[in-house]
């Protein structure tokens, strides 16, 4: 698997080129099982929504999105870090749908995505971080083992592919 890639912070979703391999990777994950808002199997009119939604909030500038390539410059992963706009929450950010291509999982991308995050984060004065994610699910013990803390569970948040209700956990980071 690829060692060497790069993160880039990507302002505008204007290049139909990446956006093609964004979709590509929301759809990779809907369809092994993340907990990312969507149920398998994806329908192509929820990618463009999902992404137009996406492109939407970064011409506003309370969003971030990052993105891993690797050496030829092929799509490995994303993250997203949605900034506070309220004045007692210019401190705090929250980190949204960290995605890595499941043929990419286990090489580091996602740690590599959510350093760049954090480093990201701290030069836009952010030094608190949130985040959710499905109880249970492969993030809990990932995050858990990069640094984050677990501040709680919410019984009932999602449901699933399954048609049951799911538990998510809420964590955070200073940084």
């Not at 690829?2 to 369809?31: G, H, Q």
């Not at 011409?59 to 971030?64: D, K």
């Not at 090489?107 to 995050?117: D, F, H, Q, T, Y």
């Not at 030069?123 to 709680?152: C, I, M, N, Q």
């Amino acid at each position: 698997m690829t060692t060497t890639f790069s993160i880039t912070d990507i302002p505008a979703l204007d290049d139909r080129s990446l956006r093609a391999d964004l979709e590509a990777l929301l759809e990779d994950a809907v369809n092994s099982g993340a907990s990312v808002g969507y149920h398998a199997p994806l329908a192509p009119h929820w990618k463009r929504a999902f992404w137009d939604g996406v492109a939407g909030l970064l011409t506003g500038g309370a969003h971030r999105l990052l993105v891993a390539r690797g050496p030829e410059g092929e799509l490995l992963g994303s993250v997203q870090l949605s900034l506070c706009t309220k004045p007692n929450g210019a401190h705090r950010a929250e980190v949204q749908k960290l995605l890595v291509f499941t043929r990419c999982r286990r090489s580091g991308v996602a740690r590599r995505l959510m350093e760049a995050l954090e480093e990201t984060a701290r030069g836009l004065g952010r030094s608190l971080l949130v985040l959710d994610t499905l109880k249970d699910d492969s993030g809990e013990p990932f995050y858990e083992a990069t640094g984050w803390h677990w501040a709680g569970r919410i019984p009932g948040y999602t449901v699933e592919a399954d048609g049951a209700f799911h538990d998510t956990v809420l964590f955070y980071k200073t940084l």
